[in-house]
Protein backbone atom coordinates (compact mmCIF):
# COMPACT_ATOMS: atom_id res chain seq x y z
CA UNK A 1 0.00 0.00 0.00
CA UNK A 2 2.92 2.60 0.73
CA UNK A 3 4.56 1.64 -2.43
CA UNK A 4 1.54 2.39 -4.52
CA UNK A 5 0.57 5.39 -2.83
CA UNK A 6 4.59 6.83 -2.90
CA UNK A 7 4.16 5.45 -6.71
CA UNK A 8 1.67 7.82 -7.46
CA UNK A 9 1.83 10.87 -5.58
CA UNK A 10 0.16 13.54 -6.95
CA UNK A 11 3.53 15.49 -6.85
CA UNK A 12 5.29 13.01 -9.02
CA UNK A 13 3.08 12.79 -12.05
CA UNK A 14 5.01 16.14 -13.47
CA UNK A 15 1.86 18.47 -13.80
CA UNK A 16 2.04 21.96 -13.73
CA UNK A 17 2.27 24.36 -11.36
CA UNK A 18 -0.56 26.37 -12.93
CA UNK A 19 -2.62 22.52 -11.93
CA UNK A 20 -1.17 22.10 -8.44
CA UNK A 21 -2.35 25.35 -7.82
CA UNK A 22 -5.84 24.75 -8.76
CA UNK A 23 -5.99 21.69 -6.35
CA UNK A 24 -4.89 23.14 -3.38
CA UNK A 25 -7.64 26.22 -4.49
CA UNK A 26 -11.13 25.67 -2.90
CA UNK A 27 -12.59 28.31 -2.46
CA UNK A 28 -14.77 28.41 -5.72
CA UNK A 29 -15.64 27.63 -8.82
CA UNK A 30 -12.63 26.84 -11.75
CA UNK A 31 -12.31 30.35 -13.26
CA UNK A 32 -12.56 31.20 -17.13
CA UNK A 33 -8.47 30.73 -16.94
CA UNK A 34 -8.69 28.11 -15.02
CA UNK A 35 -10.24 25.97 -17.70
CA UNK A 36 -8.34 27.45 -20.54
CA UNK A 37 -5.22 26.02 -18.82
CA UNK A 38 -6.61 22.49 -17.99
CA UNK A 39 -8.04 22.12 -21.53
CA UNK A 40 -4.52 23.28 -22.66
CA UNK A 41 -2.51 20.48 -20.27
CA UNK A 42 -5.70 17.65 -21.27
CA UNK A 43 -4.22 18.33 -24.72
CA UNK A 44 -0.82 18.02 -23.98
CA UNK A 45 -1.19 15.18 -21.51
CA UNK A 46 -3.29 13.22 -23.88
CA UNK A 47 -0.70 13.61 -26.56
CA UNK A 48 2.29 12.40 -24.21
CA UNK A 49 -0.33 9.42 -23.17
CA UNK A 50 -0.75 8.62 -26.83
CA UNK A 51 2.72 8.52 -27.65
CA UNK A 52 4.01 6.76 -24.66
CA UNK A 53 0.75 3.85 -25.73
CA UNK A 54 2.44 3.03 -29.42
CA UNK A 55 5.72 2.74 -27.14
CA UNK A 56 4.61 0.50 -25.02
CA UNK A 57 3.39 -1.66 -27.96
CA UNK A 58 6.46 -1.45 -29.91
CA UNK A 59 8.39 -2.53 -26.94
CA UNK A 60 6.04 -5.48 -25.79
CA UNK A 61 8.06 -8.69 -26.12
CA UNK A 62 11.51 -6.48 -25.46
CA UNK A 63 13.75 -7.03 -22.64
CA UNK A 64 11.67 -7.24 -19.28
CA UNK A 65 13.45 -4.17 -17.89
CA UNK A 66 12.51 -2.08 -21.31
CA UNK A 67 9.12 -2.84 -20.88
CA UNK A 68 8.26 -2.71 -17.51
CA UNK A 69 9.98 1.04 -17.61
CA UNK A 70 7.65 2.06 -20.50
CA UNK A 71 4.41 0.64 -18.43
CA UNK A 72 5.25 2.78 -15.22
CA UNK A 73 5.66 5.67 -17.31
CA UNK A 74 2.18 4.62 -18.91
CA UNK A 75 0.73 4.71 -15.88
CA UNK A 76 1.79 7.80 -14.72
CA UNK A 77 0.51 9.18 -17.94
CA UNK A 78 -2.65 7.68 -17.14
CA UNK A 79 -2.99 9.22 -13.87
CA UNK A 80 -1.76 12.70 -15.10
CA UNK A 81 -4.51 13.00 -17.59
CA UNK A 82 -7.03 11.67 -14.84
CA UNK A 83 -5.83 14.26 -12.70
CA UNK A 84 -6.20 16.78 -15.25
CA UNK A 85 -9.66 15.84 -15.85
CA UNK A 86 -10.74 15.65 -12.42
CA UNK A 87 -9.37 19.11 -11.17
CA UNK A 88 -12.32 21.16 -12.97
CA UNK A 89 -14.44 18.48 -11.52
CA UNK A 90 -17.72 19.36 -9.35
CA UNK A 91 -16.21 17.21 -6.72
CA UNK A 92 -12.49 18.37 -6.92
CA UNK A 93 -12.67 20.36 -3.69
CA UNK A 94 -11.47 17.84 -1.20
CA UNK A 95 -8.04 18.37 1.16
CA UNK A 96 -4.62 18.04 -0.98
CA UNK A 97 -3.82 15.21 1.94
CA UNK A 98 -6.22 12.92 0.46
CA UNK A 99 -5.43 13.66 -3.71
CA UNK A 100 -2.57 10.98 -3.07
CA UNK A 101 -4.78 8.35 -1.33
CA UNK A 102 -7.24 8.51 -4.07
CA UNK A 103 -4.47 8.12 -7.02
CA UNK A 104 -3.28 4.68 -5.03
CA UNK A 105 -6.93 3.21 -4.37
CA UNK A 106 -9.03 4.79 -6.72
CA UNK A 107 -6.92 4.12 -10.02
CA UNK A 108 -6.28 0.50 -9.13
CA UNK A 109 -9.54 -0.03 -8.28
CA UNK A 110 -10.95 1.08 -11.47
CA UNK A 111 -7.63 -0.21 -13.50
CA UNK A 112 -10.12 -1.68 -15.81
CA UNK A 113 -12.24 1.05 -16.90
CA UNK A 114 -10.78 3.15 -19.93
CA UNK A 115 -9.09 6.87 -18.44
CA UNK A 116 -11.61 9.09 -20.73
CA UNK A 117 -14.54 7.56 -18.46
CA UNK A 118 -12.58 7.54 -14.77
CA UNK A 119 -14.35 10.52 -14.42
CA UNK A 120 -17.87 10.10 -14.64
CA UNK A 121 -17.28 8.06 -11.12
CA UNK A 122 -16.09 10.19 -8.31
CA UNK A 123 -13.75 9.23 -5.56
CA UNK A 124 -17.11 8.40 -3.09
CA UNK A 125 -17.16 5.37 -4.90
CA UNK A 126 -14.39 4.28 -3.39
CA UNK A 127 -15.93 4.09 -0.05
CA UNK A 128 -16.24 0.64 -1.37
CA UNK A 129 -13.53 -0.77 -1.64
CA UNK A 130 -12.06 -0.97 2.05
CA UNK A 131 -12.83 0.05 5.47
CA UNK A 132 -9.71 1.74 5.81
CA UNK A 133 -10.33 3.98 2.91
CA UNK A 134 -14.18 4.58 4.50
CA UNK A 135 -12.73 5.32 7.88
CA UNK A 136 -10.50 8.46 5.92
CA UNK A 137 -12.95 9.79 3.65
CA UNK A 138 -15.99 9.98 6.42
CA UNK A 139 -13.88 11.63 8.75
CA UNK A 140 -13.42 14.85 6.13
CA UNK A 141 -16.47 17.13 6.77
CA UNK A 142 -15.82 18.67 3.28
CA UNK A 143 -17.21 15.66 1.05
CA UNK A 144 -20.50 15.59 3.24
CA UNK A 145 -22.12 18.62 0.86
CA UNK A 146 -23.80 16.32 -0.83
CA UNK A 147 -25.18 12.48 0.20
CA UNK A 148 -26.28 10.34 -1.51
CA UNK A 149 -28.48 7.18 -0.14
CA UNK A 150 -29.87 4.35 -2.97
CA UNK A 151 -31.79 0.84 -1.71
CA UNK A 152 -29.79 -0.65 -5.11
CA UNK A 153 -27.20 -3.10 -4.11
CA UNK A 154 -26.23 -3.26 -7.53
CA UNK A 155 -26.85 -0.07 -8.61
CA UNK A 156 -25.99 1.77 -11.91
CA UNK A 157 -22.55 3.26 -12.37
CA UNK A 158 -24.31 5.97 -14.84
CA UNK A 159 -26.93 7.06 -12.14
CA UNK A 160 -23.95 7.94 -9.66
CA UNK A 161 -21.93 10.08 -11.84
CA UNK A 162 -22.83 13.47 -10.70
CA UNK A 163 -23.00 12.92 -7.17
CA UNK A 164 -20.31 13.66 -4.87
CA UNK A 165 -20.71 10.63 -2.06
CA UNK A 166 -22.52 7.80 -2.80
CA UNK A 167 -23.26 5.46 0.33
CA UNK A 168 -25.26 2.41 -0.41
CA UNK A 169 -27.85 2.06 2.45
CA UNK A 170 -26.65 -1.33 3.26
CA UNK A 171 -23.65 0.59 3.94
CA UNK A 172 -25.07 2.96 6.18
CA UNK A 173 -24.33 1.76 9.54
CA UNK A 174 -23.59 4.64 11.93
CA UNK A 175 -23.97 7.53 9.63
CA UNK A 176 -26.41 9.87 11.55
CA UNK A 177 -24.21 9.47 14.52
CA UNK A 178 -20.82 9.97 13.08
CA UNK A 179 -22.24 12.93 11.17
CA UNK A 180 -23.45 14.42 14.84
CA UNK A 181 -19.77 13.73 15.92
CA UNK A 182 -18.29 15.40 13.84
CA UNK A 183 -20.71 17.99 13.29
CA UNK A 184 -21.14 18.08 9.57
CA UNK A 185 -24.42 17.86 8.05
CA UNK A 186 -25.24 17.22 4.32
CA UNK A 187 -26.68 20.07 2.46
CA UNK A 188 -28.34 18.21 -0.33
CA UNK A 189 -29.78 14.61 -0.05
CA UNK A 190 -30.73 11.92 -2.69
CA UNK A 191 -33.16 9.27 -2.32
CA UNK A 192 -33.51 6.11 -4.48
CA UNK A 193 -34.89 2.86 -4.54
CA UNK A 194 -35.02 -0.39 -7.20
CA UNK A 195 -38.87 0.05 -7.33
CA UNK A 196 -41.13 3.26 -7.39
CA UNK A 197 -43.05 1.96 -4.04
CA UNK A 198 -39.70 0.48 -2.34
CA UNK A 199 -39.98 1.45 1.41
CA UNK A 200 -35.87 2.63 2.37
CA UNK A 201 -34.97 1.05 5.78
CA UNK A 202 -31.64 1.44 6.62
CA UNK A 203 -29.84 -1.84 8.14
CA UNK A 204 -28.13 -0.58 11.58
CA UNK A 205 -26.70 -3.85 12.40
CA UNK A 206 -26.38 -6.99 10.54
CA UNK A 207 -29.52 -8.84 11.03
CA UNK A 208 -31.65 -5.24 11.90
CA UNK A 209 -33.49 -2.89 9.87
CA UNK A 210 -34.72 0.44 10.70
CA UNK A 211 -37.12 2.19 8.25
CA UNK A 212 -35.62 4.83 6.64
CA UNK A 213 -38.66 7.67 7.52
CA UNK A 214 -37.20 7.58 10.53
CA UNK A 215 -33.93 8.40 10.00
CA UNK A 216 -35.31 11.43 8.56
CA UNK A 217 -36.58 12.75 11.80
CA UNK A 218 -32.43 12.83 12.80
CA UNK A 219 -31.27 16.47 13.22
CA UNK A 220 -28.27 15.59 11.14
CA UNK A 221 -30.87 16.44 8.34
CA UNK A 222 -32.38 19.79 9.65
CA UNK A 223 -30.01 21.54 6.95
CA UNK A 224 -31.05 20.68 4.01
CA UNK A 225 -31.42 23.10 1.29
CA UNK A 226 -32.18 20.36 -1.67
CA UNK A 227 -34.15 16.98 -1.63
CA UNK A 228 -34.37 14.83 -4.62
CA UNK A 229 -36.44 11.78 -3.93
CA UNK A 230 -36.23 9.19 -7.22
CA UNK A 231 -39.12 5.97 -6.49
CA UNK A 232 -38.16 6.95 -2.81
CA UNK A 233 -40.71 9.36 -1.60
CA UNK A 234 -42.64 6.71 -0.03
CA UNK A 235 -39.76 6.17 1.97
CA UNK A 236 -40.64 9.88 3.73
CA UNK A 237 -42.35 10.00 6.30
CA UNK A 238 -46.12 10.94 6.09
CA UNK A 239 -45.81 13.17 8.14
CA UNK A 240 -42.29 14.26 7.18
CA UNK A 241 -41.21 18.07 7.40
CA UNK A 242 -38.34 19.76 5.57
CA UNK A 243 -38.60 23.50 6.83
CA UNK A 244 -35.01 24.07 5.29
CA UNK A 245 -35.39 22.73 2.19
CA UNK A 246 -35.89 25.25 -1.17
CA UNK A 247 -35.45 22.75 -3.79
CA UNK A 248 -37.34 19.72 -4.06
CA UNK A 249 -37.41 17.03 -6.91
CA UNK A 250 -39.53 14.60 -7.16
CA UNK A 251 -39.55 11.31 -9.49
CA UNK A 252 -42.75 9.02 -8.52
CA UNK A 253 -45.68 7.08 -10.40
CA UNK A 254 -48.51 8.32 -7.80
CA UNK A 255 -48.54 9.80 -4.24
CA UNK A 256 -51.26 9.08 -2.30
CA UNK A 257 -53.46 12.08 -1.21
CA UNK A 258 -53.39 11.34 2.28
CA UNK A 259 -49.90 12.17 2.79
CA UNK A 260 -48.92 15.02 4.45
CA UNK A 261 -45.46 15.64 3.83
CA UNK A 262 -44.38 19.38 3.78
CA UNK A 263 -42.15 21.38 2.20
CA UNK A 264 -43.50 24.91 3.56
CA UNK A 265 -40.32 26.91 2.08
CA UNK A 266 -39.81 25.42 -1.27
CA UNK A 267 -39.33 27.82 -4.17
CA UNK A 268 -37.93 25.29 -6.70
CA UNK A 269 -39.95 21.96 -7.79
CA UNK A 270 -39.46 19.85 -10.46
CA UNK A 271 -41.93 16.77 -10.47
CA UNK A 272 -41.62 13.79 -12.76
CA UNK A 273 -43.03 10.81 -14.03
CA UNK A 274 -46.75 11.24 -11.95
CA UNK A 275 -49.25 9.47 -13.65
CA UNK A 276 -52.00 11.97 -13.92
CA UNK A 277 -51.59 15.51 -12.21
CA UNK A 278 -54.50 14.57 -9.60
CA UNK A 279 -52.59 12.26 -8.19
CA UNK A 280 -50.74 15.13 -7.21
CA UNK A 281 -51.55 16.26 -3.75
CA UNK A 282 -51.80 19.88 -4.14
CA UNK A 283 -51.27 20.41 -0.45
CA UNK A 284 -47.31 18.95 -1.04
CA UNK A 285 -46.42 21.90 -2.52
CA UNK A 286 -46.66 25.56 -1.46
CA UNK A 287 -47.92 27.25 -5.41
CA UNK A 288 -48.46 30.36 -4.08
CA UNK A 289 -44.15 30.75 -3.49
CA UNK A 290 -43.14 28.73 -5.78
CA UNK A 291 -40.57 30.80 -8.55
CA UNK A 292 -39.53 27.65 -10.78
CA UNK A 293 -41.66 24.76 -11.66
CA UNK A 294 -41.21 21.56 -14.23
CA UNK A 295 -44.37 18.91 -14.04
CA UNK A 296 -44.36 16.14 -16.35
CA UNK A 297 -47.01 13.97 -16.10
CA UNK A 298 -48.47 11.11 -18.49
CA UNK A 299 -51.83 12.91 -18.55
CA UNK A 300 -52.30 16.45 -18.67
CA UNK A 301 -54.45 19.25 -20.17
CA UNK A 302 -54.44 23.15 -20.75
CA UNK A 303 -56.66 23.09 -17.86
CA UNK A 304 -53.41 22.34 -15.51
CA UNK A 305 -51.59 24.95 -16.99
CA UNK A 306 -54.18 27.48 -16.28
CA UNK A 307 -54.74 26.52 -12.57
CA UNK A 308 -50.74 26.41 -12.26
CA UNK A 309 -50.04 29.84 -13.52
CA UNK A 310 -53.05 31.14 -11.87
CA UNK A 311 -52.54 29.49 -8.35
CA UNK A 312 -48.40 30.64 -8.69
CA UNK A 313 -48.33 33.95 -7.95
CA UNK A 314 -44.27 34.13 -8.00
CA UNK A 315 -43.95 31.62 -10.43
CA UNK A 316 -40.96 33.19 -13.08
CA UNK A 317 -40.07 30.09 -14.78
CA UNK A 318 -42.09 27.37 -15.92
CA UNK A 319 -42.47 24.00 -17.71
CA UNK A 320 -45.31 21.69 -18.94
CA UNK A 321 -44.57 17.72 -20.41
CA UNK A 322 -46.96 15.57 -20.87
CA UNK A 323 -47.64 12.45 -23.21
CA UNK A 324 -51.71 12.22 -23.10
CA UNK A 325 -53.46 15.37 -23.43
CA UNK A 326 -56.67 15.11 -21.23
CA UNK A 327 -59.80 17.42 -21.45
CA UNK A 328 -60.78 20.11 -18.52
CA UNK A 329 -63.54 17.42 -17.79
CA UNK A 330 -61.29 14.68 -16.52
CA UNK A 331 -60.01 16.83 -13.61
CA UNK A 332 -61.88 16.66 -10.08
CA UNK A 333 -63.59 19.67 -8.48
CA UNK A 334 -60.81 19.81 -6.45
CA UNK A 335 -58.89 21.86 -8.44
CA UNK A 336 -61.54 24.57 -8.71
CA UNK A 337 -59.55 27.84 -9.31
CA UNK A 338 -60.15 30.56 -6.74
CA UNK A 339 -63.08 32.91 -7.37
CA UNK A 340 -62.35 36.83 -7.01
CA UNK A 341 -58.57 36.69 -7.53
CA UNK A 342 -56.68 38.70 -10.19
CA UNK A 343 -53.98 40.49 -10.66
CA UNK A 344 -50.11 40.21 -12.95
CA UNK A 345 -47.87 37.62 -12.69
CA UNK A 346 -44.15 37.78 -12.64
CA UNK A 347 -43.71 34.74 -15.50
CA UNK A 348 -41.07 35.37 -17.67
CA UNK A 349 -40.16 31.82 -19.30
CA UNK A 350 -42.33 29.18 -20.08
CA UNK A 351 -41.93 25.57 -22.07
CA UNK A 352 -45.06 23.60 -23.27
CA UNK A 353 -44.44 19.90 -24.41
CA UNK A 354 -47.47 17.50 -25.57
CA UNK A 355 -50.01 19.94 -24.91
CA UNK A 356 -51.30 21.51 -28.35
CA UNK A 357 -53.56 24.41 -27.13
CA UNK A 358 -52.57 25.94 -24.23
CA UNK A 359 -53.73 28.85 -24.54
CA UNK A 360 -56.70 28.45 -27.14
CA UNK A 361 -59.58 27.55 -24.71
CA UNK A 362 -61.36 30.56 -22.83
CA UNK A 363 -60.30 29.59 -19.59
CA UNK A 364 -61.79 32.22 -17.05
CA UNK A 365 -58.64 32.21 -14.73
CA UNK A 366 -56.57 33.80 -17.94
CA UNK A 367 -59.14 36.69 -17.85
CA UNK A 368 -57.91 37.41 -14.60
CA UNK A 369 -54.49 37.54 -14.45
CA UNK A 370 -52.25 38.91 -17.36
CA UNK A 371 -47.77 37.89 -17.46
CA UNK A 372 -46.39 41.42 -18.67
CA UNK A 373 -42.83 39.60 -18.10
CA UNK A 374 -43.38 36.83 -20.54
CA UNK A 375 -40.35 36.80 -23.17
CA UNK A 376 -40.10 33.57 -24.03
CA UNK A 377 -42.32 30.61 -24.89
CA UNK A 378 -41.07 26.91 -26.18
CA UNK A 379 -43.94 24.47 -27.71
CA UNK A 380 -43.67 21.58 -28.93
CA UNK A 381 -46.79 20.78 -31.12
CA UNK A 382 -48.76 19.61 -33.75
CA UNK A 383 -49.97 23.15 -35.02
CA UNK A 384 -48.66 26.51 -34.49
CA UNK A 385 -48.59 28.50 -31.23
CA UNK A 386 -52.78 28.74 -30.70
CA UNK A 387 -53.89 31.66 -28.49
CA UNK A 388 -57.48 32.26 -28.45
CA UNK A 389 -58.52 36.08 -28.98
CA UNK A 390 -59.50 36.45 -25.18
CA UNK A 391 -56.09 35.63 -24.13
CA UNK A 392 -53.94 37.68 -26.03
CA UNK A 393 -52.88 40.21 -23.40
CA UNK A 394 -51.04 37.15 -22.44
CA UNK A 395 -48.61 36.79 -24.83
CA UNK A 396 -48.94 40.45 -26.11
CA UNK A 397 -45.07 41.15 -25.32
CA UNK A 398 -43.78 38.08 -26.29
CA UNK A 399 -39.89 38.42 -27.80
CA UNK A 400 -38.75 34.79 -28.17
CA UNK A 401 -40.80 31.96 -29.53
CA UNK A 402 -39.59 28.63 -30.42
CA UNK A 403 -41.55 25.43 -31.70
CA UNK A 404 -41.44 22.29 -33.43
CA UNK A 405 -44.84 23.35 -35.98
CA UNK A 406 -43.51 23.96 -39.66
CA UNK A 407 -43.08 27.20 -40.61
CA UNK A 408 -45.19 28.33 -43.87
CA UNK A 409 -46.42 31.56 -45.58
CA UNK A 410 -49.25 31.50 -43.73
CA UNK A 411 -47.89 30.38 -40.38
CA UNK A 412 -45.23 32.87 -40.59
CA UNK A 413 -47.98 35.65 -41.20
CA UNK A 414 -50.00 34.98 -38.08
CA UNK A 415 -47.11 34.54 -35.79
CA UNK A 416 -45.77 37.44 -36.85
CA UNK A 417 -48.32 39.72 -36.58
CA UNK A 418 -49.89 38.21 -33.36
CA UNK A 419 -46.85 39.01 -32.01
CA UNK A 420 -46.40 42.89 -32.63
CA UNK A 421 -42.92 42.90 -30.16
CA UNK A 422 -41.25 39.15 -31.27
CA UNK A 423 -37.63 39.79 -31.73
CA UNK A 424 -36.55 35.89 -31.99
CA UNK A 425 -38.21 33.07 -33.94
CA UNK A 426 -37.42 29.45 -34.04
CA UNK A 427 -38.53 26.73 -36.06
CA UNK A 428 -38.31 24.07 -38.54
CA UNK A 429 -39.19 24.34 -42.27
CA UNK A 430 -39.38 21.79 -45.35
CA UNK A 431 -37.23 22.76 -48.21
CA UNK A 432 -40.49 23.21 -50.48
CA UNK A 433 -41.88 26.66 -48.31
CA UNK A 434 -38.19 28.67 -48.03
CA UNK A 435 -39.53 30.20 -51.21
CA UNK A 436 -42.96 31.25 -49.93
CA UNK A 437 -41.65 32.40 -46.47
CA UNK A 438 -38.41 34.17 -47.91
CA UNK A 439 -40.71 36.10 -50.42
CA UNK A 440 -43.07 37.15 -47.44
CA UNK A 441 -40.13 37.78 -45.09
CA UNK A 442 -38.43 39.80 -48.02
CA UNK A 443 -41.66 42.11 -48.40
CA UNK A 444 -42.75 42.22 -44.89
CA UNK A 445 -39.13 44.00 -44.05
CA UNK A 446 -39.50 46.54 -46.05
CA UNK A 447 -43.07 47.66 -44.23
CA UNK A 448 -42.59 50.84 -41.56
CA UNK A 449 -45.30 48.42 -39.55
CA UNK A 450 -43.36 45.16 -39.54
CA UNK A 451 -42.44 43.40 -36.11
CA UNK A 452 -38.87 44.14 -34.46
CA UNK A 453 -37.54 40.55 -35.54
CA UNK A 454 -33.73 40.51 -35.48
CA UNK A 455 -32.89 36.75 -35.15
CA UNK A 456 -34.41 34.34 -37.32
CA UNK A 457 -33.11 30.21 -36.40
CA UNK A 458 -34.43 27.90 -39.27
CA UNK A 459 -34.23 24.48 -39.19
CA UNK A 460 -34.46 22.66 -42.39
CA UNK A 461 -35.11 18.79 -42.10
CA UNK A 462 -35.03 15.61 -44.30
CA UNK A 463 -36.26 12.42 -43.42
CA UNK A 464 -33.13 10.29 -41.51
CA UNK A 465 -33.61 6.68 -43.07
CA UNK A 466 -33.04 8.23 -46.65
CA UNK A 467 -30.09 9.33 -48.35
CA UNK A 468 -29.43 12.66 -50.05
CA UNK A 469 -26.98 13.29 -52.80
CA UNK A 470 -25.03 16.95 -53.66
CA UNK A 471 -26.99 17.48 -56.42
CA UNK A 472 -30.55 16.93 -54.33
CA UNK A 473 -29.20 19.33 -51.61
CA UNK A 474 -28.32 21.99 -54.22
CA UNK A 475 -31.81 22.09 -55.63
CA UNK A 476 -33.54 22.38 -52.75
CA UNK A 477 -31.29 24.75 -51.17
CA UNK A 478 -28.66 27.08 -53.40
CA UNK A 479 -31.58 28.89 -55.06
CA UNK A 480 -31.33 32.30 -54.68
CA UNK A 481 -35.51 32.49 -54.26
CA UNK A 482 -34.77 30.51 -50.95
CA UNK A 483 -33.59 33.48 -49.32
CA UNK A 484 -34.52 36.33 -51.43
CA UNK A 485 -34.60 38.72 -47.54
CA UNK A 486 -31.23 37.97 -47.58
CA UNK A 487 -29.94 37.93 -51.19
CA UNK A 488 -32.20 40.79 -52.64
CA UNK A 489 -29.33 43.95 -52.79
CA UNK A 490 -29.41 46.29 -49.61
CA UNK A 491 -30.17 49.16 -49.62
CA UNK A 492 -27.02 51.70 -51.35
CA UNK A 493 -25.75 54.73 -50.55
CA UNK A 494 -28.37 57.07 -53.05
CA UNK A 495 -30.94 56.02 -50.68
CA UNK A 496 -29.27 56.94 -47.17
CA UNK A 497 -32.22 60.03 -47.79
CA UNK A 498 -34.79 57.74 -46.51
CA UNK A 499 -36.02 58.55 -43.42
CA UNK A 500 -36.08 55.36 -40.74
CA UNK A 501 -39.35 54.36 -41.30
CA UNK A 502 -39.31 53.99 -44.41
CA UNK A 503 -35.79 52.25 -44.91
CA UNK A 504 -35.53 48.73 -45.24
CA UNK A 505 -35.08 46.56 -42.48
CA UNK A 506 -32.83 43.73 -41.76
CA UNK A 507 -32.01 40.74 -39.54
CA UNK A 508 -29.05 41.03 -37.12
CA UNK A 509 -28.57 37.61 -37.69
CA UNK A 510 -29.76 34.26 -39.41
CA UNK A 511 -29.14 30.61 -38.30
CA UNK A 512 -30.16 27.76 -41.11
CA UNK A 513 -28.89 24.60 -40.38
CA UNK A 514 -29.95 21.70 -42.43
CA UNK A 515 -30.66 18.01 -41.16
CA UNK A 516 -30.01 15.36 -44.22
CA UNK A 517 -30.67 11.74 -44.43
CA UNK A 518 -28.85 9.32 -42.19
CA UNK A 519 -26.94 7.62 -44.86
CA UNK A 520 -25.56 11.01 -46.68
CA UNK A 521 -21.74 10.62 -46.80
CA UNK A 522 -19.91 12.62 -44.39
CA UNK A 523 -18.04 13.83 -47.61
CA UNK A 524 -21.15 15.30 -49.09
CA UNK A 525 -22.02 16.87 -45.92
CA UNK A 526 -18.84 18.63 -45.72
CA UNK A 527 -18.85 20.03 -49.09
CA UNK A 528 -22.69 20.75 -48.98
CA UNK A 529 -21.68 22.71 -46.11
CA UNK A 530 -18.96 24.61 -47.40
CA UNK A 531 -20.99 25.73 -50.35
CA UNK A 532 -24.22 26.93 -48.54
CA UNK A 533 -22.09 28.61 -46.61
CA UNK A 534 -20.22 30.66 -49.45
CA UNK A 535 -23.74 31.00 -50.77
CA UNK A 536 -25.03 32.77 -47.88
CA UNK A 537 -21.96 34.47 -46.26
CA UNK A 538 -21.70 37.01 -49.15
CA UNK A 539 -25.07 38.14 -48.81
CA UNK A 540 -25.02 38.44 -45.21
CA UNK A 541 -21.83 40.42 -44.87
CA UNK A 542 -23.66 43.13 -47.33
CA UNK A 543 -26.75 43.28 -45.43
CA UNK A 544 -24.32 43.65 -41.73
CA UNK A 545 -26.19 40.53 -40.79
CA UNK A 546 -24.40 37.95 -38.85
CA UNK A 547 -24.96 34.37 -40.39
CA UNK A 548 -24.95 30.91 -38.80
CA UNK A 549 -24.81 27.85 -40.86
CA UNK A 550 -24.17 24.08 -40.23
CA UNK A 551 -25.26 20.86 -41.77
CA UNK A 552 -25.67 17.13 -39.98
CA UNK A 553 -27.27 14.26 -40.43
CA UNK A 554 -29.24 13.86 -37.47
CA UNK A 555 -31.07 16.49 -35.23
CA UNK A 556 -30.13 17.23 -31.19
CA UNK A 557 -33.08 17.69 -29.21
CA UNK A 558 -33.80 21.12 -28.42
CA UNK A 559 -32.37 22.06 -25.11
CA UNK A 560 -35.70 22.89 -23.14
CA UNK A 561 -35.17 21.13 -19.99
CA UNK A 562 -35.27 23.94 -17.01
CA UNK A 563 -31.55 23.25 -16.15
CA UNK A 564 -29.05 24.31 -13.18
CA UNK A 565 -32.38 26.45 -11.69
CA UNK A 566 -30.36 25.24 -8.12
CA UNK A 567 -26.60 24.61 -9.19
CA UNK A 568 -27.81 21.07 -11.10
CA UNK A 569 -30.89 20.62 -8.78
CA UNK A 570 -32.32 18.63 -12.05
CA UNK A 571 -29.39 17.50 -13.84
CA UNK A 572 -30.53 13.81 -13.45
CA UNK A 573 -34.04 14.39 -15.58
CA UNK A 574 -32.07 13.27 -18.56
CA UNK A 575 -30.98 9.97 -17.42
CA UNK A 576 -33.67 8.82 -15.52
CA UNK A 577 -36.80 10.54 -17.30
CA UNK A 578 -35.90 11.20 -21.03
CA UNK A 579 -37.06 14.71 -20.71
CA UNK A 580 -35.26 15.69 -24.08
CA UNK A 581 -38.28 17.19 -26.28
Known sequence: MDMISREFRLADLGISDELMRMVVQSDGSPTDKDTQVVQRSLLKYTDDLRLLDLEARKQSGCQEEVEDGVLYDKRVAEHRVFACRSITAAWRRIPLELWDVIFSMYMEAWNSTPTTERLAYPPGVVMLISQWWRSIITDIPSLWANLWISSMINYPKNSIQDCELVIPNHRFSGLLSHLDRIGSHPWSLALTANQPNTILDIPLEETT????????????????????????????????SFPSVLSVLLVTQRLV?????????????????????????????????????????????????????????????????TYEEWPATSYPHTYALPIGE????????????????????????????????????????????????ANRHLVGGLRCLQMTTWLSNSGARSILEFFPSLTELHAPIEAQQLTSVSEY????????????????VLKGCHPRNTSDDLDLLRLHYLQPTNFIFLTSPPPTSSSTDLSTSTRPRRLEHFSFHVFVGSETPQTTIS??????????????????????VDVSRTEPPPEWEPRHWDEGLIDHIEDIAGLKL
Not at 300 to 311: D, E, N, P, R, W
Open 342 to 389: TGTRPLSDLTINGITKPFQDEYPAFAKISFPCLSTIRYAGDELFPVHQ
Open 209 to 240: LRPFRECLHHSAFASLNKLSAFYGLQGLSVTA
Open 257 to 321: TQDTIQFPNVKQAVVLNAVTYFYFPPSLLPWTQLTHLHLEFFHMGAFVISYVLFTCRSLQQASFK
Open 527 to 548: LFKQELDAFLRPHAEAWGTQLS
Open 441 to 456: LALSLQQPTFPSLKIL
